[in-house]
C-alpha cells in the first residue's frame, strides 16, 4: 500500500527509530531535499544552539517550498507543523529505538554522521539512553498531543508496516 506525501514531511519519533534512514530514502524516491534538525540545531563539540536562534532558524528553514525534515525538537516542533502538509511519527518500541540508537553508536564510535554537524563525534551516555527509555510514559503524550490532528498525519508502528507503506 503506498501512501500519497507532500511537498512538506516531517519525520518524528523516538531516537533510535529511523527517522534518518527514511528521509534519506524519501528524499532520493521523491527528488526532495532533506534537512536533518540535529545538523542544524547542534555546533561543533556538541553546543546547542540557543533557543530564539534555533527558532528563527526553523522559521526560515520552513520557508522553503520542499523538504523533507528528521528529528522532534519538541519545544519547537509547531514551528514545523504549521507548515508540513505530511507527518511521519515513527510510533515503535522503546526496545527497537534502544536497539537502534547501540548499534548506530557501534557503528559510527569516533566518527560524525553525515546527517550531524561535524565537531560532534557519536556518543552515548545513560542520560540518553534513560530519556529513550521514559519517552513512552514521558514526552509521547505530548508529542502525540501536537501531532494528533494533523491532516497529514501518518504513524507507523513497526518497521514492516514502514515497509509496506514506503
Known amino acids: 500500500m503506498q501512501v500519497k ?16 534512514t527514511l528521509a534519506r530514502k524519501l528524499g532520493g524516491t521523491l527528488g526532495l531535499p ?8 547542534w555546533n ?6 540557543p533557543r530564539d536562534e534555533w527558532r528563527a532558524k526553523q522559521q526560515e528553514m520552513i520557508k522553503q517550498p520542499e523538504w523533507i525534515m528528521d528529528g522532534n525538537f519538541g ?3 509547531e514551528i514545523r507543523l504549521a507548515e508540513a502538509d505530511t507527518v511521519i511519527f ?3 518500541n522503546r526496545f ?6 547501540i548499534k548506530r553508536w557501534a557503528v559510527n564510535y569516533g566518527k560524525t554522521r553525515p ?3 561535524e565537531g560532534c563525534p557519536e556518543k ?5 539512553l534513560k530519556w529513550i527509555w521514559q519517552y513512552p510514559t514521558k514526552w509521547r503524550a505530548r508529542d502525540m498531543e501536537k501531532i494528533a490532528e494533523h491532516k497529514g498525519l501518518i504513524i507507523v508502528k513497526n518497521r514492516k508496516q514502514l515497509n509496506k507503506l514506503f
Open 75 to 77: 519545544g519547537s516542533m
Open 124 to 128: 552515548i551516555d545513560f542520560a540518553f
Open 44 to 49: 561543533a563539540g556538541w553546543i546547542e544552539t
Open 5 to 20: 506525501l507532500g511537498k512538506k514531511i516531517m519525520i518524528v519519533g523516538l531516537s533510535g527509530s529511523g527517522k534518518t
Open 115 to 117: 546527517d550531524m554537524t
Open 34 to 41: 532533506v534537512i536533518h534538525l540535529d545538523k542544524e540545531f
Open 90 to 92: 515513527l510510533d515503535y
Open 96 to 101: 527497537v529505538c534502544l536497539y537502534g540508537v
